[in-house]
């Protein structure tokens, strides 16, 4: 999916009972996987409209919403002028074409984003350099499937393997890899499971 797909669409994200249903039930599976605290700062990458962010504002500290969509980013400060993620700071932001910040977070979270990323080194160095050492990155996506969840021409991932994705995980520099079932999805009649996948950085 473009981001001119996400861009038409993100007015309209939030209305969609399922889209919010997941939020929540990945924002859950995170805080039973991870040991939430009031002074973690949170970066969520490829954040869309901060739901996920939204169902865990008030389990951690300063939130930090990226997205590299135009769209995804006016309602996420739209949020932010409004009082629904207050103090949240919103960044375009796409490791595969820029540089990690130069900065350090406590917890990154990606939900449903990595699939869309051809080539995810990159992406993942970026995330072991933003992470304090000790610090937890949480990935949401989708288990291999056959292809139907997006369709012919789909130019990412099928889903993930789980072992791959761990080996790629280690060459970043992530320890204490664990893989669980976070939530199961319905599109076009069908039903696509969600894995959570929870590391730690190591030592720098």
Not at 103 to 108: A, G, K, Q, Y
Request: hydrophobic share 40%; with cysteine; aromatic share 6%.
């Amino acid at each position: 999916m473009s981001n001119n797909s996400f861009d038409e669409r993100a007015a309209t994200w939030d209305e969609d009972p399922k889209k919010r249903q997941r939020a929540d039930g990945v924002a859950e599976s995170i805080r039973t996987a991870v040991a939430l605290r009031p002074d973690m700062r949170l970066l969520e990458y490829g954040a869309g409209t901060g739901l996920v962010s939204q169902a865990l504002r008030d389990h951690v500290g300063p939130i930090t919403l990226a997205d590299s969509s135009q769209g995804m980013l006016d309602v996420l400060r739209a949020k932010v002028a409004d009082g629904v993620l207050p103090d949240a700071r919103v960044l375009d932001l796409d490791l595969s074409r820029d540089p990690a910040l130069d900065e350090r977070f406590d917890l990154i979270v990606t939900v449903m984003t990595l699939h869309h990323i051809p080539d995810l080194d990159p992406v993942l160095d970026g995330f072991a350099a933003m992470l304090e050492d000790g610090g937890h990155l949480c990935v949401v996506d989708l288990e291999r499937e056959d292809g139907s969840f997006h369709g012919h021409g789909f130019p990412g991932h099928e889903g993930f393997d789980r072992d791959p994705l761990a080996e790629r995980l280690r060459k970043s520099g992530f320890d204490d890899i664990r893989f669980q079932h976070a939530y199961q999805m319905e599109k076009s009649e069908h039903s696509f499971d969600l894995f959570l996948m929870t590391c730690v950085r190591g030592g720098r």
